[in-house]
């Protein structure tokens, strides 16, 4: 049985696409046939965060509307062989999914692959609900900071009562909470929510920590899912949330500020 | 510089604390207001069209909530009255 993940957030520019790609290509590096569908119809990312942008052709909407098969608009990553992209269209509105023609796609998709993960839009609107209606299983994406913890609650709160799951009475979406963009320092300063208390408030059990890290950046320049940047703190934290999230039982890393020089201490910097 | 940093934080509230409660706060009420039932608004209106036959009163100062504690649920009007 094929598992459909719902990468969302409610807020904006918290780490969705880069989160998605992160965990569709540890999926696939781990062995698991995994695909990411781009759900932000008019404002497609996912194919330039995943560097495949040059070899969209047709896309999630062709499809829908029966202008390509479903094989024409999979793009095969040339990094990893059991990961695919749908990308989204550039040219329609969030209108043209409807929930029949995404059950389709999603039934077809369910066939070939191990795992869907669906890279939500921002917002709490039809493009959101329709990117997380279907799912099994959501990561909530949240920064350590206010507005981006109360849009997760927000999201949440769709998740208990919008989705499939929760319009039929079925199990309930399966959620875990993922905290990108961690400053273990300003936390240390008190300037920083802390990860007990995201966790209090959100009551969703955390999948993992993700640290703010120049590596991110720099990935997304070349068109790298980072956890294909083996060396940095960040690509080995989605690394291991991908390893928890297989069921594997690890610690959370880069939750301490690193050790100060005397001289840094003093004299900051 | 850090050194004097020291100093000032201690006097400071942390603002991850205040971060902190004013998240549990609002998102307390958001849930509350979320799983209410839908006459909820129309009720609020009318409590408070009531209430201002007889004081002026500013509308963000009453507050209704229901509240659930499994067995039974309270219904809590908390009016601020102007001096």
Do not use: W
């Amino acid at each position: 049985m094929a598992k459909i993940v719902v990468i969302t957030s409610g807020k904006g520019g918290v780490g969705k696409t880069t989160t998605s790609a992160a965990i569709s290509m540890g999926l696939a590096l781990k062995g698991h046939k995994t695909v990411v569908i781009d759900f932000d119809i008019g404002l497609r990312n996912l194919d330039i965060i995943m560097n495949c942008e040059r070899r969209v052709v047709f896309d999630f909407v062709n499809v829908i509307q029966g202008d390509a098969s479903l094989n024409q608009a999979l793009i095969k990553d040339k990094r990893c062989d059991q990961l695919y992209i749908l990308p989204a269209s550039q040219t329609r509105d969030k209108d043209a999914l409807t929930r029949d023609g995404v059950k389709t796609i999603l039934d077809q998709l369910a066939e070939q692959f191990e795992y869907i993960i669906c890279d939500s839009p921002a917002g709490i609107e039809q493009g959101a609900q329709m990117a997380l209606y279907y799912a099994d299983e959501a990561i909530v994406v949240t920064n350590p900071e206010v507005s981006s913890v109360r849009d997760s609650d927000r999201i949440l709160g769709i998740l208990q009562s919008k989705s499939l799951r929760a319009e039929t009475g079925a199990d309930p979406v399966k959620e875990h909470l993922l905290i990108t963009r961690f400053d273990p320092e300003r936390v240390a300063r008190g300037e920083m929510l802390t990860i007990p208390d995201i966790e209090e408030i959100l009551a969703v059990p955390l999948l993992g920590v993700v640290p703010e890290s120049q590596s991110v950046l720099n990935a997304s320049n070349k068109g790298m899912p980072v956890v294909l940047d083996e060396k940095s703190d960040a690509g080995q934290a989605y690394l291991d949330t991908v390893d928890r999230f297989l069921g594997e039982d690890k610690p959370h890393r880069f939750l301490e500020a690193q050790r100060k020089s005397f001289f840094k201490r003093v004299f900051g910097g | 510089m850090a050194f004097f940093d020291r100093f000032r934080d201690k006097e400071e509230a942390r603002s991850a604390d205040v971060a902190r409660d004013r998240l549990k706060v609002i998102v307390s009420h958001e849930r509350r207001q979320r799983n209410a039932p839908a006459y909820l608004p129309a009720m609020q209106r009318d409590i408070l069209a009531v209430i201002e036959k007889y004081v002026q009163v500013d509308p963000d100062q009453v507050q209704v909530d229901l509240n659930d504690d499994g067995s039974h649920s309270v219904l809590e009007v908390n009016v601020n009255l102007p001096k």
